[in-house]
């Protein structure tokens, strides 16, 4: 597999799925891999990028940004409120907004900047206990919250369970997302983002298909 499979197999969705051509934007997940796997992606093009951590993204991409023109940094792991500011400062979008607080200070932050990333709010659609999220019935409410406070909401995010079909989770979200007026569905993974794409994804991050196994700490 990798860069050039995975954008092959994104535009074969998109055309099975009866999509625009482009309309999918692939995240590539390069946490805890190897920097030359990262430049070998971004010699071949490739701009856009996902991360899980703000520190390790602090670390990593700052290099990068100085050789490199054009790259975008999305923030797909979750987001404590005491790294917000550094977050706000270095990321074009945040998929993993989940809680209250979280919002309040992502508005706060947004008042003093002058600016905000893209939003997207992250939906428990499993309604795991150890995972983060807002479950599926409190998602019409939180997404009215967060308009109120003026952030720009793009879109929804979900990870599906892992012994369950993923299709149900990514039909859930099209549909909170269109009911509440939202384009953007960030869903699907290596192994199931051409079920993603087929529900209506618009971004579909993904990783060791690209890259290869993850490095580990």
Same mark, same amino acid.
């Given at each position: 597999?990798?860069?050039?499979?995975?954008?092959?197999?994104?535009?074969?969705?998109?055309?099975?799925?009866?999509?625009?051509?482009?309309?999918?934007?692939?995240?590539?997940?390069?946490?805890?891999?190897?920097?030359?796997?990262?430049?070998?992606?971004?010699?071949?093009?490739?701009?856009?990028?996902?991360?899980?951590?703000?520190?390790?993204?602090?670390?990593?991409?700052?290099?990068?940004?100085?050789?490199?023109?054009?790259?975008?940094?999305?923030?797909?792991?979750?987001?404590?409120?005491?790294?917000?500011?550094?977050?706000?400062?270095?990321?074009?979008?945040?998929?993993?907004?989940?809680?209250?607080?979280?919002?309040?200070? +992502? %508005?706060? @932050? =947004?008042?003093?900047? /002058?600016?905000?990333?893209?939003?997207?709010?992250?939906?428990?659609?499993? #309604?795991? *206990?150890?995972?983060?999220?807002?479950?599926?019935?409190?998602?019409?409410?939180?997404?009215?919250?967060?308009?109120?406070?003026?952030?720009?909401?793009?879109?929804?995010?979900?990870?599906?369970?892992?012994?369950?079909?993923?299709?149900?989770?990514?039909?859930? +979200? %099209?549909? @909170? =997302?269109?009911?509440? /007026?939202?384009?953007?569905?960030?869903?699907?993974?290596?192994?199931?983002? #051409?079920? *993603?794409?087929?529900?209506?994804?618009?971004?579909?991050?993904?990783?060791?298909?690209?890259?290869?196994?993850?490095?580990?700490?």
């Amino acid at each position: 597999m990798g860069l050039s499979d995975i954008t092959a197999r994104i535009r074969q969705a998109e055309v099975a799925a009866g999509r625009a051509p482009g309309s999918v934007t692939l995240i590539a997940v390069s946490k805890m891999q190897p920097e030359a796997r990262v430049a070998a992606v971004l010699d071949a093009g490739h701009r856009v990028f996902g991360e899980n951590r703000v520190q390790e993204a602090a670390r990593r991409w700052p290099p990068f940004q100085a050789r490199y023109q054009g790259i975008s940094l999305h923030l797909i792991g979750p987001l404590q409120t005491n790294k917000a500011r550094q977050a706000m400062a270095m990321f074009d979008a945040i998929h993993s907004v989940d809680r209250p607080r979280l919002a309040q200070t +992502l %508005a706060r @932050l =947004a008042q003093e900047r /002058g600016g905000c990333p893209d939003i997207f709010i992250q939906v428990n659609t499993g #309604e795991e *206990a150890q995972k983060a999220g807002i479950a599926p019935g409190d998602t019409d409410a939180f997404v009215a919250d967060c308009r109120a406070l003026d952030l720009p909401i793009r879109g929804l995010m979900c990870i599906p369970p892992v012994d369950e079909e993923p299709s149900l989770h990514f039909a859930l +979200l %099209a549909k @909170l =997302a269109a009911r509440n /007026g939202l384009s953007g569905l960030s869903m699907g993974m290596s192994e199931d983002f #051409e079920r *993603a794409i087929a529900q209506g994804a618009t971004h579909v991050r993904v990783g060791s298909a690209i890259f290869g196994e993850r490095a580990h700490e």
